[in-house]
Structures are given as C-alpha cells and as structure tokens.
C-alpha cells in the first residue's frame, strides 16, 4: 500500500469524509491499492460482528459473588499450606531432627557384641574341635567293647 | 501497553499538536479510586464493580455470545482486577487496562474449551470419528449455515493471530468505535504510534485470512 493511503486509511475504514484530495486521486489512479482497501474495509466490517447487539447488566448479587470468589483464592487450601515454601522448610528441618534423635536412640540402646577375631584364643575355643586320629579309635574301641558286653549277656 | 519502540512513525499530517492528546493518568479522579482499591478499600473496588460491570459484560457477550458462561468470566475478570490492581502503572486508563483483562479472559476460555473439545473427541475411536466427520459434511451441505456465527469463529481465529496489544487496539477501534485520537489518549502513545500499530496489525490479519483461504485449513 502506498504512504499517501496508509496515511488516510484510518480515516477512510471510520468513513469520517474528512479524506484528502491526495488519497481519492491516488485511490483512483492505483488500482492495487484500492482494491487492498476494499479488502481492508471488509475486514473491518467482519471485526465489528464482536460488537454486543444488547446491554447487559449481571444478575443480582454480582458483587457479593465477586467477594466470594476472592475469598476462596485467599483462604489458601490444606495443599497450598503443604507446599508452601516456608512451611516446606519447616517440615524439612522436623524431619531431620527427628531423624538424628532416632538414630542416636537406636545407637544408645544398641547391645554390645564384639566379635572376636580367628586368630585370637577365644576364637580358637570358640570353633569346633577337629577328631584326630587318636581319638577315634578310642572311640571305635568303646563301642566294641560295649558289642561284645552286650553279646555276653 | 509498550512504548513506541521500533515503530516507524507515520509522517505527520495536518496541524493537530500532539501534546493535546496526552493525558496523565496519575491525577484523575479514576486514578484517586485506583489507589484506594491499592489501599485495599473495599468501598472503591465496589464502586469499580458497579462502574464497569455492564461493559465488561458487554465486551464478554459480544466475543462469545454466551449468557451463560458471561457471568463466570466476568467474576474471574473482577478478581483478577482485585489482584493485579497493585501493579496498575496507569500507564494507560482504567478502561484500556479492563477491557484488556476482559478480553484475554475470553481468549483463555475460548482455547480451554478448543482442548476440552479435542480431549472430548479424541475419547471416540477412529471409525466413530468418521462417521462424526461424515455427518457433519453432510449436515453442511443441506442446513442454513449461521453466517454471523461462522463469521465470528473466523475473526476471533484471525484475532488470536495478533500480539495482546493489537488485539486491543484493533477491538477498541471496531467494536468499541473509539478514534484514533481517543485511543491515544487512552493509551498514552502518540497518534501515528497508534495509526502504525493498526495498519500493521490490519496487514497481519489480512495475510493471515489469505493463508487460511488458500489451505482452507485453520491457521495455526
């Protein structure tokens, strides 16, 4: 669009007839452009469509509804008080000294168990005696001892 | 509203100043009000309620068209207004800043029912959709189409294009019928600010119409 009829267009699409000489003998001269404000006018006939054909006015009790509104987004909810972040610190730091009182508790009351190391002599005591030799033929010869009492009798 | 930062100005025509059309916000009796409402006075926001209620009805109705829905937005409008007053610069008037408010409110509603409407449809299998779809065509062909209706999807679809700001600026000047020179003084931006930003804001909804004439598909 050329500038003389940008400069009038506002004027032209309000249909104010207040349109310089300049723009209508351009307008006449230069079809493009008149046919872009051909365009332009239909446009804006199209946007006036939003314009509201009746006057409205709320129902009764508009305001008080407003308040109500209001008031609900500024009492917060039970969720907004858990996610707020102060209220979140809070939670944190409980949580955490709860924690360590726990803990130190359970360590406190812990029973004291050393467990001895093999190579010590009460590990020695501690594990299973190995049967050598000796001793099972000691054995062997108790039991056969006590066979051949029994088959006396 | 911006400033005039990288707008190239219109040259000036004719012999009208542009001081005239300056207005200072701060010291209108509206501004007194304004700052009460900051002062959490409960008796001026009443008063804002009832001095605006009827256009920001209005201004709801005309977008969508719908009694029913119109109240809710309009409250959410109110608390919005409630909320946000603090950060009121007036920068621009009081109406600029509402009627701004009340039309992205509509916009927010508008593109939460288009995902309730693809949530809703995207609930029916493939065959139930085409047989939707199929129907739909050939309900098109025979029934009476609602031109206004259909005009209407069309514009605010072509308007959900612009920034906010020319969203404004182009409803205050169409549906609202306000002058170049009063949307200046609304606005606090000079005339030919004003004059560029809508002629823009013309060329983008025009090439936006065009593409959507050429793909016959929804502009996205």
Redesign the interface.
């Known amino acids: 669009m050329h ?1 003389s009829v ?2 009038g ?2 004027e032209y699409l ?1 249909d104010t007839g207040s349109l ?1 000489e300049e723009f209508n003998a351009h307008l006449k001269a230069c079809r493009e452009c008149a046919e ?1 404000l051909q ?2 006018r239909e ?2 006939r ?7 054909s ?6 009764p009790g ?2 008080a ?2 308040v109500e ?2 008031d609900r ?1 500024v009492q917060p909810s039970i969720w907004a008080t858990l996610l707020d972040p102060s209220f979140g610190r809070r939670i944190a730091m409980a949580s955490a000294a709860l924690a360590l009182a726990v803990s130190a508790y359970i360590v406190s009351t812990e029973p004291f168990r050393v467990t001895p190391l093999p190579s010590s002599a009460i590990a020695i005591q501690a594990l299973p005696q190995q049967d050598t030799p000796a001793t099972v033929a000691q054995d062997r010869d108790v039991v056969l001892a006590s066979l051949a009492s029994f088959q006396e009798n | 509203m911006d400033g005039m930062a990288g707008v190239l100005p ?2 000036v ?1 004719g012999a009208r100043p542009q001081a005239k059309t300056r207005v200072d916000h701060r010291n209108s009796e509206e501004a007194a009000l304004v700052r009460r409402i900051q002062d959490r006075d409960e008796l001026a926001f ?1 008063e804002i ?2 001095r605006y ?2 256009k920001v ?3 709801i ?3 969508l068209r719908n009694h029913n829905d ?2 809710d937005i ?3 409008v ?2 919005k207004i ?2 946000s007053i603090g950060n009121f610069d007036f920068r621009s008037s009081l109406l600029t800043w509402i009627y701004k408010i009340t039309v992205n409110e509509c916009y927010d509603y508008l593109r939460k029912k288009r995902v309730r409407k693809l949530v809703y449809e995207s609930d029916f299998s493939e065959e139930d959709a085409l047989r939707m779809e199929n129907s739909d065509t050939a309900t098109d062909q025979h029934a009476p189409v609602d031109t ?1 209706l259909a ?2 999807d ?3 679809k072509l ?1 959900d294009k612009l920034s906010e700001e020319d969203r404004v600026l ?2 205050l ?3 609202e019928g306000h ?2 020179e009063e949307l200046s003084r609304m606005t606090r931006m000079n005339e030919n600010t004003i ?1 560029v930003k ?2 823009r804001a ?1 060329q983008k ?2 090439k936006a ?1 065009q593409r959507l004439n050429r793909t016959g598909q929804p502009v996205t």
């Open positions: 500038q940008r400069v267009l506002e309000a310089s872009e365009s332009l446009q804006a199209l946007i006036r469509v939003l314009r509201s009746e006057a409205m006015e709320p129902a508009f305001y509804r407003i509104r209001i987004r | 219109f040259p025509t009443r309620v009832e209620q009827a009805f209005s201004i109705f005309g977008i119109a109240e309009a409250q959410q109110f608390a409630y909320f206004v005009q209407r069309l514009i605010l308007l182009i409803l000047k169409e549906v002058s170049v004059k809508l002629f013309r909804l025009l119409a």
